[in-house]
């Protein structure tokens, strides 16, 4: 069901050049780019990268390259064009995984009384505990996307050599339920940074509260089997609200990062105010969209096969 054109009808005689599964590849691909970029910066604050810091910052671009370059191949070669594609991904979730471990280690205390190795205050100083796993998240939602459900929302899904496997549920519910997740994900990593300041400005309020709206509300919706008009209204609102929240923040982290003047000081971008950081939450709000978008593929002798 094309959920996106439920909310605003006149998108019903509009076909995108892409699928909706491609698409969300695409952005799966973006996102492991601006991921290593991000964490560069961020591992950057030390002055000096350990080698095990080096694994996100390289594995980003190049799980990028090798995601566009399936692309190309599913085009004639589509079974190893999934075979990348899925590799790619489930390496993307080890890497989160990994990451997050190592985040923990480093916010532990191993010689501290038990019960006392780990505190809110060791969590909210350390390394972003939530952030590495923004890398799994995108390994499932690629995994997610990369195999074609037939007949669309079904919840069955088209492997390779003929066979299939159903699901409790839609591919377009999990979507929703992934992006409840993923916000989830970011409102708690954007809590633990603003909680460094005591939340002394009141607007650092509004990112929470936006972030837990659209959390509920992406989660219920997957929840609902036949949502009404009114459910998606307010799921497309809550999306919306995320890339607005996205954006406003991304542009009051560049403005204290900024001197006076107005000039740029790299060494404020690396230790101050982290400016990729609130794009994350314009990242979910387009995921979000994205997953209402028509799930129906192309009618193509390759959309029988899984959409790269």
């Given at each position: 069901?094309?959920?996106?054109?439920?909310?605003?009808?006149?998108?019903?005689?509009?076909?995108?050049?892409?699928?909706?599964?491609?698409?969300?590849?695409?952005?799966?691909?973006?996102?492991?780019?601006?991921?290593?970029?991000?964490i560069?910066?961020?591992?950057?604050?030390?002055?000096?990268?350990?080698?095990?810091?080096?694994?996100?910052?390289i594995?980003?671009?190049?799980?990028?390259?090798?995601?566009?370059?399936?692309?190309?191949?599913?085009?004639?070669?589509?079974?190893?064009?999934?075979?990348?594609?899925?590799?790619?991904?489930?390496?993307?979730?080890?890497?989160?995984?990994?990451?997050?471990?190592?985040?923990?280690?480093?916010a532990?205390?191993?010689?501290?009384?038990?019960?006392?190795?780990?505190?809110?205050?060791?969590?909210?100083?350390?390394?972003?505990?939530?952030?590495?796993?923004?890398?799994?998240?995108?390994?499932?939602?690629?995994?997610?996307?990369?195999?074609?459900?037939?007949?669309?929302?079904?919840?069955?899904?088209?492997?390779?050599?003929?066979?299939?496997?159903?699901?409790?549920f839609?591919?377009?519910?999990?979507?929703f339920?992934?992006?409840?997740?993923?916000?989830?994900?970011?409102?708690?990593?954007?809590?633990?940074?603003?909680?460094?300041?005591?939340?002394?400005?009141?607007?650092?309020?509004?990112?929470?509260?936006?972030?837990?709206?659209?959390?509920?509300?992406?989660?219920?919706?997957?929840?609902?089997?036949?949502?009404?008009r009114?459910?998606?209204?307010?799921?497309?609102?809550?999306?919306?609200?995320?890339?607005?929240?996205?954006?406003?923040?991304?542009?009051?982290?560049?403005?204290?990062?900024?001197?006076?003047?107005?000039?740029?000081?790299?060494?404020?971008?690396?230790?101050?105010?982290?400016?990729?950081?609130?794009?994350?939450?314009?990242?979910?709000?387009?995921?979000?969209?994205?997953?209402?978008?028509?799930?129906?593929?192309?009618?193509?002798?390759?959309?029988?096969?899984?959409?790269?």
């Open positions: 069901m094309y959920h996106l054109a439920t909310v605003f009808p006149p998108l019903r005689r509009i076909r995108p050049p892409l699928s909706r599964d491609q698409l969300m590849l695409l952005m799966m691909a973006i996102n492991l780019v601006f991921l290593s970029i991000d560069y910066l961020a591992h950057s604050i030390s002055g000096t990268i350990v080698p095990n810091e080096w694994i996100p910052i594995f980003g671009p190049v799980a990028g390259s090798l995601l566009l370059l399936a692309g190309l191949l599913a085009i004639k070669r589509r079974p190893l064009a999934t075979l990348i594609a899925n590799i790619v991904f489930l390496c993307s979730i080890a890497v989160g995984l990994l990451g997050a471990y190592f985040h923990l280690v480093r532990a205390l191993p010689t501290a009384p038990a019960g006392q190795r780990l505190s809110v205050n060791l969590l909210v100083w350390a390394p972003p505990i939530v952030g590495p796993l923004t890398f799994s998240l995108v390994g499932v939602l690629g995994i997610s996307a990369a195999w074609l459900e037939s007949p669309p929302d079904s919840g069955r899904l088209a492997l390779l050599a003929g066979r299939y496997v159903r699901l409790p839609s591919k377009t519910r999990a979507y339920f992934w992006v409840g997740l993923g916000t989830l994900a970011t409102v708690l990593s954007s809590v633990l940074d603003h909680a460094r300041t005591d939340f002394e400005n009141p607007w650092l309020w509004v990112p929470t509260v936006v972030g837990v709206f659209g959390t509920a509300v992406g989660v219920t919706l997957g929840a609902i089997r036949r949502p009404t009114a459910d998606l209204i307010t799921y497309t609102s809550a999306m919306l609200l995320l890339i607005l929240v996205g954006v406003i923040g991304a542009l009051l982290h560049i403005n204290t990062n900024l001197v006076a003047g107005g000039t740029v000081v790299p060494e404020r971008f690396i230790r101050g105010a982290p400016f990729l950081a609130p794009l994350l939450f314009c990242n979910m709000g387009a995921l979000g969209l994205i997953a209402m978008l028509d799930p129906t593929e192309m009618a193509t002798e390759a959309a029988a096969q899984v959409a790269i």
